[in-house]
Structure formats: C-alpha cells, structure tokens
C-alpha cells in the first residue's frame, strides 16, 4: 500500500467491465495507455470520483476515497484532484484568471489573485489573464486547464488525452512544456493517452489497458520490449510478431532455439518455454541488423536471413521497410532505418538485402493464434 | 383603457413567475440531466398544455377544485379557501398551464452545458450548489429570461382558462384579455381597439428581446 501516492483498484462486470490495479508514487507520472474504448476514461473518472466503480478501493496519500466495503465514497470537490479534461472544459464565460480562481475561491480575494498570477506565469500565460476562453489558441487553453487543475494543489493530477486537440507543432511544444513543469511537481500524475510515442516521451511507467483490464505495467521501453502475451505486443504496435516452436536450449550458451517457418531462429535463454512447445515471439526493429553491402561484421552471424524490399516509405529521417525474407513462406519483416543509412545503402523497392535478428531482442510469448501473421 | 384589468393581468403574470421559476430551474435541470424510469411520460404530462385547449384544462381544474368534492372539498375543509373563481386560483390554473412553456426552455439551456464543465467546476472544488449558481446559472440564463419573458406574455394574454377558473369577476379574476372580450360583447369598440393593440405591442417586445437574447447568448459563449 503506497503512503504517498495513490492506489487504484477497481473490479466490475458490469455495465463497463474493469478489472484494474494501479499504483502510482509521488511524482511519477503513469501513462494509462490503450485503444479507444479501452476504459482509460472511464478509470480516471473513477479516480475523480465522477464515476462510481461497483467495488473500488481508491487510496490517495493516506487519504480513503472510495472504499465500497465500508460504503465511502467522496464526492469530486471533496477530494484534491487536478484533472485536465480532453477539451479543457473552461469555464466560457470567465476570463482566465477567474477560471483559475474558482478553483481556490476559499482564500482571500488578494491572496487568490496572486497565487492565480503566479499560476498563469508558470504556463507561460502572462498578460492574458483578462481574455476569454473563446480568445484563446488551443494550446492556450490548455495551458489554463493546466493551471486551474494544479491551482488546487492536487493530491493527485489527473490529465485526460490534453494533447489531442492540438495540432502536431503545438504539441510538440506542450510536451517540453509539461516535461519541464513535472519537475516541479511532486504529486502522482496519471495521463491517459492512447498515442504510445506520447506516453514512451512524458511517462516513467505506463499501464496498458485493454477491455476495461490492465494487462500490463511498466516502463515504456519495458513492456514494448518484453510484453507479457502476444495480445499486449500488438496493442504496442509490434510489428513483427510470430509464432514458432521450441526445439532446444542450451543453457550453457544460455541459447534458446526456435523454428520459424522452416527457419532455424537463436534467441536468448528463455527456459519458461518447454521443448515442442509453441510460442509467440517477436522482435523490435532496434534489434535487427541491416547488413552493410560489402562489408559484412560480426552481427551478421546473428539469425541471418536473405530478403527482397517489398515496401519501401520514407517519413520523419526514417525509412520504413517491409522485407520478405522468404517468397516461399510469404514472411515479411518490418524494420525502420534511419534516411541516412537507407541512403548509403542504396536501398530501395525491390533491393535484396541482408538482415540479422539479434538473439537477445528475440522475445518470447505464450501461444496464441495471430491474425493476420506478417 | 381598463387598467385595473391590465393592472390585474400584470399581478397574475408577475406571481406567476415567482412560482416557475424556482419551479422550472429544478424540473428542467432534473430532466436535463437525470435519466429515470418514467421520464417521458412526465415530459409527456408536462407538455399537455401546449396541446390540450385551454378550456380542457380550466374544465378539469374547475372540476378538480369544485368544493363539493374530492380535493376541492379537501381544500375547504383544510384551509377554508377554495382555488375557483378567485385570484389564488387564476394564479394556480397558470402556473399548470405554463409549466411547459417555462421548463422546456430551460430544460435545453441546462442541457447545452457540457458535462465537462459541470465535472470541471465539482474538481474545482464546488459544491454541487455552487456549481448551480456559479456555473450552470450564468451559463443557462439566457434560456431562463426567455422562458419568463414567454411565461410573462402568455399569462397577460391567456383567456379561455382564466374565464373558465376564475370567471369574470372585476377587480378579482377578469384579466384584460377577459376585459377585451367583455368590452367587444358591449360593443365599445374603441376600448378593446387599444387594449388588443397593447397586448400586441407587447407580444411583439417580447418575441423580440427573447430572440436578442438567444442571439446575445451564441455569440458569448462561441
């Protein structure tokens, strides 16, 4: 049980299913990711007591919200929670500065104008403290909702896709911004978002959501690179996602040995997995090697495999690729080089290139049956 | 000119307000918001007046609270005063008669306001009182004004159910559309000429300044 963040858990059937368990410690920032319609919402509405979960256990600094076996439950404003709503939901018709006010309207009337001054100085909002939320940029009125939400000094901030409704360039911006605000703040921040760049970028840990269910907690880099099932890697966007058998391990080479397809695979030590056994695994794109033409190294030893460029895209300095490894077996893997390499390499639709599979990127996951095997 | 009529008119309309709207506030905010078992066929009961024949509705009234029988006679027997044929009683048959008039209004002037924005004052930290009066109030009150100024003229205005619960007694019940018929049935031409035409004026000031507020309201909140 945390002293000092706050502790989720949720369980209902019905009418939206749930089934989560979270923690989040002071000044961390926990991404709730998932697809739409997940229940990301729907959890942080539950965390602000806007919805009311059929068994919940809401714990925030020592704090009960919400405990259904004793029958609490706290009403929104009488819990401390900063929450940054989707489209802001400002208050149309107050200025900026009263719109930030309501939110310590208990302190004097100097003592409120200064501490909401002082607020707007910290989002860079100096000087538009009389406009109206309808004479604000988007950006703008997302830098108020920041405000008014961290006016009340939260026991808890709570941020609900804030990026969604800017445009790429003034998100970007907003990002630096919020990464540079967290610094300063020492409260548990709880950002629901479904774009996986957004959340690898801002959050320490992420939960992924799916079906009103946390499959999955973790840093970023961690449950994109070893996720717990199949399911979990598609939901974070794996691309090259397979299934094979276990033939061997060599536990002194600290080996695992897969048959993809016909095609002998070596991957770290995973003794989870017994022999004959079918698993899932895949591989991120970091963790293939793009053979240099001509100048072959000592990667290339790793798992390599011959193919022919089938999809060829470039976007943002990367190159994307689709590599059919084998026209027989019809398996494509995608891999993302940087424009400076795809360059050098003259790569190109239709090329024949040569790739590696680093063994320690090759993870494996319980069998399931993949649609759509790439 | 029957200006005690008028005078009259002006009195029944104004007590009529002070009871709807309290009255619509909480009936519109509640249907705007709460969804339950039953709420269309209290929309349903609610909107009757706007269809039924004011006289339907003064024949059931008069009914209801003739003081031989059932409420009527409860009435009497309770508070000794009955609700027909004297000004508590025209004040009565209109509120009923503008329930509609006065809640659908502002029914869909609560209902414009996004959830969000009542979700965000109650993280702010306002009670659900002060959400009402800090935030819902101001931003639905053009709907409100509209809802009463359309209350206030169809009061001054209404006939049929006036005359059949309060009949046409002067200086009591007979309302200036009642004096307006009365004056017609006496042939002085003249007098009803200028009070139709004040009751016209009148009706035209408040379609007007209804629409100037809606207009005024988009153009704030956009």
Known sequence: ?374 | MDWQALALSVKLSFVTLLFLLPIGILLGRWLAYRQFWGKSLLQTLLALPLVLPPTVLGYYLLVAFSPNQGLGLWLVNTFGTTLIFNFQGLVFASIIFNLPFAIHPMQRAFAAIPREIREAAACCGMRPSLVLWKIELPLAWSGIISAMVICFAHTLGEFGIVLMVGGNIPAETQTIAIAIYDRVQSFDDHAAAIMSFSLLLFSMLTISFTYWLSARSERTHD
């Open chain 1, 1 to 374: 049980m945390t002293d000092s963040g706050i502790h989720i858990t949720l369980q209902q059937a019905a009418p939206i299913p749930l089934s989560v368990q979270l923690d989040c410690k002071s000044g961390e920032l926990l991404a709730l990711v998932g697809p739409s319609g997940s229940g990301k919402t729907t959890v942080l509405r539950a965390i602000a007591g806007l919805y009311q979960a059929q068994n919940a256990t809401i714990l925030c600094q020592n704090e009960i919200w919400q405990n259904s076996v004793q029958n609490i439950f706290l009403a929104p404003h009488q819990r401390h929670v900063g929450l940054v709503f989707q489209n802001y939901a400002l208050f149309p018709h107050m200025t900026v500065l009263e719109n930030i006010q309501q939110a310590i309207s208990q302190l004097p009337k100097q003592q409120r104008q200064t501490q909401a001054l002082e607020l707007l100085k910290k989002v860079h909002l100096e000087g538009l403290e009389r406009r109206y939320p309808k004479n604000l940029s988007g950006g703008q009125q997302q830098r108020v909702a920041v405000a008014r939400s961290l006016a009340r000094q939260p026991k808890v901030l709570l941020l609900d896709e804030p990026f969604s409704a800017v445009d790429q360039v003034t998100r970007r911006k907003l990002y630096r911004e919020l990464l540079v605000l967290r610094e300063s703040l020492s409260m548990p921040m709880i950002l629901v978002t479904h774009d996986l760049d957004e959340s690898t970028l801002l959050a320490d840990r992420i939960a992924l959501l799916h079906k009103g269910e946390i499959l999955q907690t973790g840093t970023p880099e961690f449950v994109a690179a070893h996720p717990k099932s199949a399911t979990i890697a598609r939901l974070m966007d794996q691309q090259n996602l397979f299934t094979a058998l276990v033939i061997a391990h060599d536990q002194a080479k600290q080996k695992t040995h897969l048959r993809w397809r016909g095609i002998l695979i070596e991957a770290t030590y995973q003794e989870q997995f017994a022999i004959n056994e079918r698993v899932c695994w895949m591989i991120q794109s970091a963790n293939i090697l793009l053979h240099r033409r001509g100048r072959p190294s000592n990667g290339n030893k790793e798992n390599p495999l011959q193919g022919q460029i089938t999809e060829y895209m470039e976007s943002s300095g990367l190159a994307h690729l689709r590599v059919q490894v084998d026209k027989k077996l019809d398996t494509t893997i995608s891999i993302n080089v940087p424009l400076h390499v795809a360059k050098r390499n003259t790569l190109g639709l239709h090329e024949k290139i040569g790739i590696s599979l680093l063994s320690e990127g090759i993870h494996l996951m319980p069998y399931q049956v993949l649609r759509n095997e790439s």
